[in-house]
């Protein structure tokens, strides 16, 4: 058989490992079943074994699908990073590119201190930063639009293209208020019925935050919830509240927004992770910002 293996024999095996049906995929591929059913037949034939066993109008993969699927998905995923790399004008030759996440509710100080640092060991390495929440950068990251994202959770197991989630840092978490809300703070009542700034339900943070505070019975005068943990910061300096902030930018907020820490100890972390994607080629611009996080965050 004069037969090779090309993109479309897989990309027709694959849909149809996806869909779980001849029908089904060639309605996505927008071919017709007869012609769908013929690729995988040759597919099949030239690989010299079977690929599904036909159950009713199903397709059911074989041990030998299963294994041609994963490696299916690993060359359409280095086809997408090979062509992401190519628009995005990434060269060995030129300036090293590299395009960072940032969930918005990572503190930006920390990662200000991540790319200082790699500019301290790589001055030519140029970064695009993108802000954003997990769900949106997380499928960026895997699709290759991203080359690692920071996040304050691991990326969930739900995507299909492999994420590698690193933890980075395990931080402590302090509240700061301005020096005049500070002065109406009483230890014996603690949070209860103060006003305090706080991340969205979305953040791990503030999840830990509502467990602590339920099984405590502290009941804080919630008055605003951020993305952002800069503009939460922001609204603390003016009084609206207290806000949480993670020990390793604890003197920096302090002084950027002339907050001070209320003396009260709340026995919850705030996490970091830095997350990457299943790559075949990773310059050294990617690697040292890899690394220079987790240095900063054990800093």
């Not at 309605?27 to 036909?54: D, K, M, V, W």
């Not at 030129?94 to 990572?106: F, K, M, N, T």
């Amino acid at each position: 058989m004069n037969f090779q293996l090309n993109y479309h024999h897989l990309r027709y095996f694959l849909a149809v490992a996806t869909e779980g049906g001849i029908t089904s995929a060639s309605e996505r591929l927008h071919i017709s079943p007869p012609t769908l059913s013929a690729q995988i037949r040759e597919l099949e034939g030239y690989l010299e074994t079977a690929l599904f066993l036909r159950e009713g109008r199903s397709m059911v993969l074989t041990d030998a699908g299963r294994v041609v699927k994963q490696y299916a998905r690993r060359i359409f995923d280095l086809g997408d990073e090979m062509v992401e790399v190519v628009r995005r004008g990434s060269t060995v030759a030129g300036p090293q590119s590299v395009h960072v996440g940032i969930v918005d509710s990572v503190p930006k100080l920390l990662a200000s201190s991540i790319l200082i640092r790699t500019w301290v060991t790589h001055p030519e390495v140029k970064v695009i930063m993108r802000e954003g929440l997990p769900g949106e950068l997380f499928p960026a990251l895997a699709s290759h639009q991203l080359d690692v994202v920071i996040a304050n959770e691991p990326a969930p197991s739900s995507f299909k293209t492999l994420l590698f989630s690193k933890r980075a840092g395990r931080f402590g978490v302090r509240f700061v208020a301005s020096p005049a809300l500070k002065k109406s703070y009483r230890r014996k009542s603690g949070l209860t019925g103060f006003p305090v700034l706080l991340p969205t339900l979305e953040s791990p943070l503030r999840r830990e935050l509502d467990r602590w505070w339920d099984e405590t019975g502290v009941k804080p005068m919630i008055r605003a919830e951020f993305d952002d943990a800069a503009a939460m910061w922001e609204l603390a300096a003016s009084g609206a509240g207290a806000a949480p902030v993670i020990e390793p930018v604890l003197k920096d907020v302090a002084e950027r927004y002339g907050l001070v820490a209320l003396p009260l100890t709340t026995g919850i972390y705030e996490e970091l992770f830095v997350v990457t994607a299943e790559r075949q080629f990773a310059h050294d611009g990617l690697r040292a910002i890899v690394k220079h996080a987790s240095l900063s965050a054990n800093k």
